[in-house]
């Protein structure tokens, strides 16, 4: 997985989104949020290649997670940005 040309998180106040920097036409009919947790996985994998075993040990090593909850938790972004249309 990598996360799409174009797509950048941004924080506002204690929200962070996710936007298109782009030219393109990009439907934006439901914004793109993220909570504090996703923002740090979307930061620890910008600009690399990832899947779900890259997710799963960074939440491992800085959050109190246990394997399976980890790995779960990585599957179920991974489905949501995939829906989203924000990595391929």
Avoid: C, P
């Amino acid at each position: 997985m990598k996360i799409k040309d174009g797509f950048t998180l941004h924080q506002i106040g204690d929200e962070y989104i996710i936007m298109y920097n782009g030219t393109q036409n990009v439907n934006f009919n439901n914004i793109i949020s993220l909570n504090s947790t996703a923002a740090h996985l979307w930061k620890h994998v910008e600009g690399m290649d990832f899947n779900a075993d890259t997710l799963t040990d960074f939440l491992m090593e800085n959050y109190e997670v246990d394997s399976e909850t980890a790995k779960r938790d990585a599957e179920q972004l991974i489905k949501n940005w995939l829906e989203a249309g924000i990595i391929k």
